[in-house]
C-alpha cells in the first residue's frame, strides 16, 4: 500500500461516509414520498436506472458496453486461467476482460459503460491490468449527462489524498506486476446518487503482447458498505505484497554474482514474468545431494539448485541481477552455469542486455537425453568478451507450458572467468565424466563433454576418425551417384566445437590419380576406375583439416546379401548413417539388458543394440539412419527387432532411393493395466522380432533404414536390434517366439515371457 495501511485509510474514510447514513441515495436530505405513489395522469413509465454497473465482470461478453475504434471486441472476452505473458488470473467470476487476444496491441478505441446510479457509498471497485502507457492508456468517469465526455469526474483513489481525473495503472512496474488484474478502489462519494459512466480509452499503440498497450479489466462493482471497501483494499495490499519485488541491482553492477548458485534461495533473483518462478522456495529450489527416480544423482554445485519440476504446467522467466563485464586478460571475459533438462525448445537460459534487456545470446540443453540425463545438470560456458565494460544480466527461462520435461534446472552461475580457468575446467568436467557415480548417466556425460557441446575456444583444428590410409571408403558400380553421401559416413572430432556443429565438404576430386570435376557433386555420374575426394572439416572458428575419402567404382562389384553391422554388435554405428535428424552417434548403441527400476526385458539379440533414449532424448524430435546396400537374396525374407511407439524400418531401392517398403511397431501397447510388465502385455521399449516378405524384389540392390518418425502421443522413442537381410531358405513364423525373463519388482514372482514373432505391418 505504499506506506499507507488498511487502518488509516479506513479511519480517514470513515467520517464521510458515516455523513452519508442520514441522506438518500441522491445525496440530499430525505422529504418524505411514497415509492408506490401512482404516476402523474398522463405520463409515461420511466425506465429506472440500475444502481450497478451492467456487465462489470463481462460474464455477458460487452453486454452493457458500447466501443468505438477497435481496440475492443467481444472476442477479449475470456475465461483463460493465464494471461499471454503467462501471469495468472485473478478475476471476479469466470469470464474477464484481456486485451490483445482477438484485437491488436497497435489498435486504438474506447468503451463505455450503460449509464448507472452510484449507489452504496459512492466509492467503485476495478481491477485493472497491463495499460504500461499511462499517457494513453487510461479510465475515466462521467455524468451520464456529459454526452461528449468534456468534463471527467474528479476522484481519489486507493485512500489517497491525491484528486485525479484519470485511472491508470500506476501498479505495473514491468517485472513482477505485467498483466495481472490489480485491485483499484475508485472514490467518487461527491457524485453518490447521480448517473454516471465508466470510459476505457486506448489510444496506445503497440506491435508485440510485451509493450502491452492495451487494457486487461475486469469486476467493476459499486462498494457497497465500509466491510466492503477493507476487504477490496486488503486484497489489493495483498496482491501487491506478493506481486511487487524488491530491487535486486548493485549501483555500479556487481562483478561476481552474490548468490549464482541459489545458496541464500532466490536472493538477488527476480520472477519478470509468469508464475513459473512465482511458487514458494522450497518448491524451486531442491537439494543437490537429492534424487530423482529414487536412485539419480542431480550433480548439483552446493546444497541446492533451482528447479520447475514441481509444476511443468507453469511458465515464467527469472532474472538475476545485473553485473559488469571485465577483461580477464586479452580483452577475454567468458561465463559459466549448470543447466539441466530443458527438454523443448521454450526451455533456457540467456544472456541480456543490462539497459535494453535485449537477449545477447541463448543456451539451450543439446546433450538431454532420457533417461541417461533426464535432470542430472550438465555445465556450459558462454564466451561474453565483446560485451567487456557493458552491463549484462541472466534469464532462465520456462516458456514450456507442459511435459514431457517441460521444465528447466538451473546451478553455479559464474562471471568473469578468464580463458584459463574455461580450459581448466572443461579438462576438470571431462575428468568428473570419467568417474561419474551415476552408471546410467556416466557415458551420456562423458559424450556430452567430449564432443556433445560446444565450447568458446578455438583450440586445435579438427581431426578426422578412421583406421587406414583414407577417412572413409566404399565399393560401388558405376552410374549416378550423389557424392554428398559420402559426408554423412566421415567421423570427424574437436577438442572444443561439438560434432554435430563441424561443417563438412567436398573441397576437390580425383579419378585414376588426375584431377577430375563435376558441376555438382549430388549429382555425379561414376566410370569405372578409383575416385578420391578430398573433404574438410571445419570447426566454428574456421580452422579446416583435410582427408580423403576413396570411391572404387567397379562395374564386376556385386554387394553382399547382408548389411554391415545389422545387429550393432561392434559396440557402435559402424556400417551406419545419418541421414536426418540429430543423433548422438557416441552414445546410440547400448549394451542394458533392461530399462528403468522395473528391469523390463528389452528383448535384444546378443550384448548390444539401438537405443532411442540415448540416440536423441527429446521424444518430439526425429531422425532416420541408413545401412550399406545388400543384394536381396535367398528366400526374400528379412527380419528386425523393434520397440517404441515411433520406430519405423523402411527399405529402398540402392539405385532410385525409392521406398519398396516400410513397416511400423504395431505390437506397440501402453495400455495402463498391462504397464510395465510383459506378461501382461505391456511393449513399450521391449522390442518384438518381425519378419517380412520382399520376394518380389529378389535380385535387387536395396538399403535399410531405420527411423524415429516424428508422431503426436507418448513414447515416440526407437528400438532398433538384430537386422538381417538374408535367409537361404524361407523362415516361418507360426509357433516362433522369444522368451524373455522378468525379474520381480513388486513382490511377485519371477517368471518367463514369451513374446511371439510378427509379419511385419505395412504403413
Known sequence: MKGKSILTILMALSAGTLVLAGCDQKGTTSTGGSESDPPISGSEPVAETPKEIKNGSFEEGLAGWNTSGTAFDEGDVVDATLFQDGQAVVRDGDHHYAGATQTLASFTGTMTSDPFELSGIGMLELRIGAMKDKENLYIEFFLASDAEFKSPLSFKKNGGEESLTRLTNDDFDGVG?????????????????????????????????????????????????SQEMADALQEREDQLALLQQEPIDQDPPVTELRNGGFEDGLSYWLSVSGTAFRQAEEDLLWDSDGKYWGTRDYFGEGEKFLTTFNNETLTGTLRSEKFLVEDQGEGK???????????????????????????????????????ALAEGLVRFYVDL???????????????????????????????????????????ADRAWAETCPDSLAQPAYVSAYNGGISYPLAGEAPTFVHEGEHAYQVTRNPGSFDATTLLRSLVAKDDYTATSAIKLAIESVTKD????????????????????????????????????????????????????????ETGDLTGWTVTSGN?????AILADQVWWAEKVPYN???????????????????????????????????????????????VRDAGTNQVVASYWNDAFFDGGVAYPSVYNGSRLATMTKYVADLS????????????????????????????????????????????????????????DTQIPWRAAALL
Open 604 to 650: 535384444k539379440e546378443g550384448e548390444y543394440h539401438f537405443d532411442g533414449w540415448k540416440a536423441c532424448g527429446v521424444e518430439g524430435d526425429g531422425y532416420t539412419l541408413r545401412s550399406t546396400d545388400f543384394l536381396l537374396g535367398g528366400s526374400g525374407q528379412i527380419s528386425f527387432r523393434m520397440g517404441g511407439n515411433a520406430a519405423r524400418v523402411n
Open 696 to 751: 518380389e524384389h529378389i535380385g535387387k540392390t536395396l538399403y535399410i533404414e531405420i527411423q524415429d518418425a516424428v508422431i503426436t502421443g507418448g513414447w515416440a522413442v526407437a528400438f532398433f536390434d538384430e537386422i538381417v537381410t538374408y535367409y537361404e531358405t524361407r523362415i516361418t513364423i507360426e509357433g516362433q517366439y522369444d522368451t524373455v525373463h522378468e525379474e520381480s519388482v513388486d513382490g511377485s514372482e519371477s517368471r
Open 385 to 427: 568478451s565483446d560485451h567487456v565494460g557493458e552491463t549484462l544480466y541472466f534469464t532462465i527461462v520456462d516458456n514450456a507450458p507442459s511435459g514431457p520435461f517441460g521444465a528447466i534446472e538451473a546451478d553455479d552461475f559464474k562471471i568473469n572467468l578468464s580463458q584459463q580457468e574455461v580450459v581448466e575446467g572443461i579438462a
Open 583 to 587: 543423433v548422438n552417434v557416441d552414445a
Open 333 to 371: 571475459s567468458y561465463a559459466s552455469f549448470l543447466l539441466g533438462a530443458a527438454a523443448q525448445e521454450s526451455c533456457y537460459i540467456a544472456v541480456n542486455d543490462g539497459t535494453t534487456g535485449q537477449e545477447i545470446l541463448r543456451q539451450g540443453n543439446p546433450v538431454f537425453s532420457d533417461p
Open 513 to 568: 590419380g588426375e584431377p577430375a570435376s563435376f558441376e555438382d557433386y549430388a549429382s555425379v555420374t561414376l566410370e569405372e576406375g578409383e575416385y578420391v575426394f578430398t573433404v574438410s572439416a571445419e570447426d566454428a572458428y574456421g580452422q579446416k583439416a583435410t582427408g580423403t575419402v576413396l570411391v572404387v567404382s567397379d562395374p564386376d562389384w556385386k554387394p553382399s546379401n547382408t548389411i554391415v553391422n545389422g545387429g550393432f
Open 177 to 225: 506486476i505485467l498483466s495481472s488484474l490489480i485491485v483499484n478502489v475508485v472514490d467518487l462519494r461527491e457524485h453518490l446518487g447521480e448517473e454516471i459512466v465508466v470510459r476505457v480509452t486506448d489510444n496506445a499503440r503497440g506491435t508485440r503482447y510485451e509493450d502491452y498497450a492495451f487494457v486487461n479489466l475486469d469486476g467493476i462493482r459499486t462498494i457497497q458498505n
